[in-house]
Nanobody, 115 residues
């Protein structure tokens, strides 16, 4: 059974940083594309960043230059380093794994950016 478990969310002030982690199990992690998505209250879920099995990354325009996605295949973990956080980054952040035609989701971790 595939499990994706996010951690690292919390309450921070504008301009501060957070690092999210997503630990995967039950999946061939090194062969999977991984991603981070977010959903703000009253809005649709949107892509934040993705990383392929080969390490190619892609970012939403709204986070380019501030967020960095990375993966550690030895630990079956994907990370999202978030710097210069803004109030509009407030959302539940979800981890996503894609392998072949299968898509898996974690339950999310809440990030709140507020002064």
């Amino acid at each position: 059974q595939v499990q994706l478990v996010e951690s690292g969310g919390g309450l921070v002030q504008p301009g501060e940083s957070l690092r999210l982690s997503c630990a995967a199990s039950g999946i061939i992690f090194s062969d999977s594309a991984m991603g981070w998505y977010r959903q703000a209250p009253g809005k649709q879920r949107e892509l934040v960043a993705t990383i392929t099995s080969g390490g190619t990354t892609n970012y939403a325009d709204s986070v380019k230059g501030r967020f960095t996605i990375s993966r550690d295949n030895a630990k079956n973990t994907v990370y999202l380093q978030m710097n210069s956080l803004k109030p509009e980054d407030t959302a539940v952040y979800y981890c996503n794994a894609v392998r072949w035609a299968y898509i898996y989701w974690g339950k999310g971790t809440l990030v709140t950016v507020s002064s």
